[in-house]
């Protein structure tokens, strides 16, 4: 069966990611993919975990907390501010981010095409060759419509000797479910 | 690391056919794929092998012969007739679609957005639940872009109760590279 969105988020980087390595949940919302990556990279690996509301730091703390996981470093600031709080010399092993809002929340509180552009650029730049970068784009709600075409354009423009973007769609389906774009840093 | 189109294609067929089954190659060209499907289902199992060019069959014939493989049946017609050749109450367990022209060949005698998607609304009627089209689309070439927007409107146009509709795409990549369709009938 072909899998689902998330199905194939979750698979691609279980395939990429190693236990040990440093890893980024861009935006980490109710901490289901915080969860995901910190059991995946294990105790010797962390996970660097952002958020600009409360309110998802604190879920994804308490999510982490039923589950004893504690190689998390929870951070309430924007993505586009990574550089301020990874050092510029960490490898980061993986990456994914989840657009949108937060579910069951303030649906005006949204990622922006702006930030979350420069926060993948300020990823890739450490991320490690053979890499992934997930994006999980929903696009359906209030400003999701300029964001998708903003990552779409940084996306499509990266150049090709050192990077596969790959776009993962499920195309017959109506009121604009989310697909999933993978920005994979080649090896030479 | 992602799969590439093609790697990705004989993924999914391995994911989803079982030996034993019957399989369609509706385009064997030069018969790679035709030889992956033949060991895919095994002696037990038949491969249909559709092309329109006599070259392509007689290509395919030498190629599977290389192989000892025996389980073949070669057509020399267009795949939109399939049902002149495979018994209405035979359940198919896949199929591969490589739209565009032969390789090495003439590049006038390509594969037709209207028999294409004839083909693909045949097969579809026959297809096991959880079994997969593939379609690889090659548009770059005179015509491929008529035959590409063709095949897609079919493809969007699917029930999404009935079937799941992937495109696999690689969208940083310059000179219309192929990208894969998967259609899966989806299971009750």
Known sequence: MIKGILGYAHYLLKET????ETVVDATCGNGNDTLYLSKLVGDEGSVFGFDIQKQAIENTKQRLLQHNRTNVTLIHDSHANISNHIQPTTIIGGAIF???YLPKSD??????GESTTLAIHNILKQLKEGGLIIIVVYHGHPG???EKESVLHKAKSLDQKLFSVLRYDFINQKNNPPFLLAIQK???
């Open 186 to 188: 080649n090896t030479d």
């Open 107 to 112: 649906k005006s509180i949204i990622t922006k």
């Open 144 to 146: 999701g419509q300029e």
């Open 98 to 100: 989840n657009l949108g």
């Open 17 to 20: 990611i190693q236990p040990g």
